[in-house]
């Protein structure tokens, strides 16, 4: 039986860190759904719509194809297509995060993601990153964990990347002033908000290296897959 595990989590918590290196670990297929809704939010910010207009993202949601390609399925480094191109890197913007946010909260956008994700999941062992996988997408995963850490924390983390990409410009109260924005957008939405599945393992990372979480996360595995 293939099985399953839900990582889920505030923005700059780690999940997809842990995600890809439990995925590379135990050849898992892994699916990272926030930039399934980062790739709908680029789409929008292209064609001049506000992602939180309802009627016309709904428009665009009946002409959008999404699709991870890689030389396989178990690779973790499938890249990100929308409508053919790949968008792999042009998804990690500032404007894309805030725009992915909000779009993920029409409901236009959510039943056809969650679809997709479920799709994708059935028949693998999968690892499955993101804010309802474990309440909403997958429920019945055999793993579900939680991941978050401190905003300060959070804030570091996703600096220290984006100086990694050469931005210099960026501080840290901009990072985690996005940060919260979209912890707040995220949990207070009403449809599948960001929230702990009542059965899922709750992980502060915040004084945890890489790899006691995936040391942590593999014990897990070993118990519940
Ligand atoms: O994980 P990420 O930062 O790439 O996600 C971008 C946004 O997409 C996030 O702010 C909320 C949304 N998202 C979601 O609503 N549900 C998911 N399963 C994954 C992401």
Do not use: W
């Amino acid at each position: 039986m293939p099985y399953s595990i839900a990582v889920d989590g505030p923005a700059g918590a780690g999940k997809s860190t842990i995600a890809r290196k439990i995925a590379e670990l135990k050849a898992l297929v892994y699916i990272d759904t926030g930039a399934m809704y980062r790739a709908c939010a680029l789409k929008a910010i292209r064609l001049g719509i506000s992602c939180s207009d309802a009627v016309s993202v709904e428009k665009m949601m009946e002409d959008i194809n999404i699709d991870f390609k890689g030389s396989d399925t178990n690779s973790i480094d499938r890249n990100i297509f929308l409508d053919g191109e790949d968008v792999s890197s042009l998804i990690r913007t500032p404007d894309v995060s805030k725009g992915a946010s909000d779009i993920s909260a029409l409901s236009s956008v959510r039943i056809r993601m969650v679809e997709l994700q479920r799709k994708m999941a059935e028949g693998y062992n999968v690892i499955l990153d993101g804010r309802d996988i474990g309440t909403f997408v997958l429920p019945n995963a055999d793993l579900k964990i939680f991941l978050t850490a401190s905003a300060d924390e959070r804030a570091r983390r996703r600096l220290d990347e984006m100086r990694a990409k050469g931005d210099m410009i960026s501080d840290f109260e901009d990072v985690k002033r996005d940060i919260e924005y979209r912890d707040h957008n995220d949990s207070n939405r009403s449809l599948a908000p960001l929230r702990k599945a009542e059965d899922a393992v709750e992980i502060d990372t915040t004084r945890m290296s890489i790899e006691q979480v995936v040391e942590a996360v593999c014990k897990l595995i070993v118990i519940k897959c």
